[in-house]
T-cell receptor, first 110, second 113 residues
Framework: DAKTTQPTSMDCAEGRAANLPCNHS???????VYWYRQIHSQGPQYIIH???NNETNEMASLIITEDRKSSTLILPHATLRDTAVYYC???????????FGQGTILTVHP | EAQVTQNPRYLITVTGKKLTVTCSQN?????MSWYRQDPGLGLRQIYY???????DKGDVPEGYKVSRKEKRNFPLILESPSPNQTSLYFC????????????FGQGTRLTVV
């Protein structure tokens, strides 16, 4: 699985868009990018994933660069409840294994 | 409601006293895994199961056992717990090997004294 690099922490004002970057420069052509988040020691929660095209669901949008070496998770209108650790995971999975890095601590301020 | 249920949520035990943490999923998922989470080390996979009666070691399997007698259940067994197994444990399930939309349980915080 490709290694990912994320900023350690980020801040965002409530109601504004939160843009969380992730570098995955060693990603190969058939590997996906996945985003999960973990709120205060709860179980990680799946957010979104993508391969080449940008993706959007009810939680977030995922923008993947054309060369696929980086991506950005966008929370369009961040709320206080979005304060969490956000994990970017790239690569395939080996028998359902997810390799979590250290993630980005997103703090949403009032 | 689709969910992964772990029990207990909190457990304090003594060194050497066998314990089992249960995990059950109601989504008919093939793949189930156990992870432990420790400060500074992130989430690490302990064991995984590809289907009934098929299990294999993850990254940190020492001191743990698992079984998969039914598709929905995947218990984690600590035959002789030690203090270094004090951790936050998560069970996860996913539909298939290539589907990384995994569903996680709420976690079990285990303290071994």
């Amino acid at each position: 699985d490709a290694k990912t690099t994320q900023p350690t922490s980020m801040d965002c004002a409530e109601g504004r868009a939160a843009n969380l970057p992730c570098n995955h420069s060693t990603i190969s052509g058939n590997e996906y990018v996945y985003w999960y988040r973990q709120i205060h020691s709860q179980g990680p929660q799946y957010i979104i994933h993508g391969l080449k095209n940008n993706e959007t669901n009810e939680m977030a949008s995922l923008i993947i660069t054309e060369d696929r070496k980086s991506s950005t998770l966008i929370l369009p209108h961040a709320t206080l409840r979005d304060t969490a650790v956000y994990y970017c995971i790239s690569g395939g999975t080996s028998y359902g294994k997810l390799t979590f890095g250290q993630g980005t601590i997103l703090t949403v301020h009032p | 409601e689709a969910q992964v249920t772990q029990n207990p949520r909190y457990l304090i035990t003594v060194t050497g006293k066998k314990l089992t943490v249960t995990c059950s999923q109601n989504m008919n998922h093939e793949y189930m895994s156990w992870y432990r989470q420790d400060p500074g080390l992130g989430l690490r996979q302990i064991y995984y199961s590809m289907n009934v009666e098929v299990t294999d070691k993850g990254d940190v399997p020492e001191g743990y056992k698992v079984s998969r007698k039914e598709k929905r259940n995947f218990p984690l067994i600590l035959e002789s717990p030690s203090p270094n197994q004090t951790s936050l444990y998560f069970c996860a399930s996913s539909l298939s090997r290539t589907n990384t939309e995994a569903f996680f349980g709420q976690g079990t915080r285990l303290t071994v004294v």
